[in-house]
């Protein structure tokens, strides 16, 4: 049975059930119990934005709160991995992992290989990202790109309540280092997702939207924004196909050059920084594998290459638009607005 929830309360549903179901999942975190062990209240922030407030009530053995100390933390979650648990470890944002980045990149990703396949290690480090909620340039990155760069690690970014459910179930029930992003500025986004547990596998992107004349590429906070340009394009009789990546390791590259295969365009949109980002990753293997299908040069939108500033008015501008997509899948059709 489905009901419409949000996507703060789809994540909280997910390690709730899983917990339920598996007592070697654990949860490591800041704020995650708050004042356990200590007089007073034992109030359950479940972090900065009370994710995953509730669950310590419900789960007091498997909920541990830790000291401000990433590397200590995260380090301690992928050793437990290694013993038989598997921890959640609550990165508050992901700007913080270059605390504990030698834990993650040096360690977790790379047991698997260094001991010839014998090593698993059953680890999902959740962490917000993303800007548009005023949080300023130490708080508000989105770092896809450098965690994609790593092999060994899987990297998950949904879009929707659905799909954050069941790929934190994935994530969690998966044998080796997950890190699972979630946008914080649609953590309040709604949609229909079932009561009982499912999982979402891995590498398979999901056509939100079918069309014939451009294909966008896109994940997280940028799939409602190319639904939004979509929309605008259709006023000029352009039709849009929406794929939203949902995994971006390993990445569903399969069902993106089957569209541009029928579309003949691509507009990548990614909110992280231009450099070395998801959407230059994704147009460089189009233009490998598919530019005899291109009609038209593949368009990029993404975040300028600089810091998010605080300034409510220019993060504003600094995060991808509606307009800008559509802008860029006018460019593709060959007019602009």
Not at 49 to 54: D, E, I, Y
Not at 243 to 267: A, K, Q
Not at 294 to 312: D, E, G, K, N, R
């Amino acid at each position: 049975m489905a009901r419409e929830i949000s996507i703060k309360d789809a994540i909280n549903e997910a390690i709730d059930q899983e917990m339920g179901r598996d007592p070697t999942v654990i949860m490591m975190g800041e704020d995650i119990v708050g004042g356990a062990g200590s007089p007073g209240e034992d109030d359950a922030w479940g972090g900065p934005l009370g994710v995953t407030k509730g669950l310590y009530h419900k789960h007091p053995d498997q909920m541990i709160d830790t000291p401000l100390s990433e590397s200590a933390y995260v380090g301690a979650a992928i050793g437990a991995a290694t013993c038989g648990l598997r921890p959640i470890a609550e990165l508050m944002f992901i700007d913080f992992m270059g605390v504990c980045l030698d834990q993650i990149f040096n360690q977790a990703a790379k047991f698997r290989y260094m001991f010839g396949g014998k090593a698993e290690t059953p680890v999902v480090i959740r962490a917000m990202c993303g800007a548009g909620f005023r949080a300023a340039a130490q708080h508000s990155q989105m770092l896809t790109p450098v965690l994609t760069h790593i092999p060994g690690l899987k990297v998950v970014c949904p879009s929707n309540a659905y799909d954050a459910k069941g790929l934190l179930i994935q994530s969690i029930r998966d044998n080796d280092p997950v890190i699972f992003l979630e946008h914080k500025a649609l953590y309040d986004a709604q949609t229909d997702v079932p009561e009982e547990p499912y999982s979402i596998p891995f590498a398979e992107a999901n056509i939100v939207r079918e069309g014939s004349d451009v294909t966008i590429a896109t994940y997280g906070m940028m799939v409602p924004k190319s639904v939004e340009a979509a929309d605008m394009v259709k006023a000029d009789g352009i039709d849009v196909e929406i794929i939203d990546l949902r995994t971006l390791s390993p990445i569903d590259m399969e069902t993106v050059l089957e569209s541009v295969e029928e579309t003949g365009r691509l507009v990548c949109v990614d909110e992280a920084n231009p450099r070395c980002s998801i959407a230059s990753d994704v147009s460089s293997t189009v233009a490998q594998e598919a530019f005899d299908a291109l009609q038209a040069p593949i368009q990029m939108v993404t975040a300028p290459h600089a810091p998010v500033p605080f300034s409510p008015a220019l993060e504003d501008l600094y995060i991808p638009s509606a307009a800008r997509i559509a802008d860029a899948v006018r460019t593709c059709m060959g007019s602009r607005s």
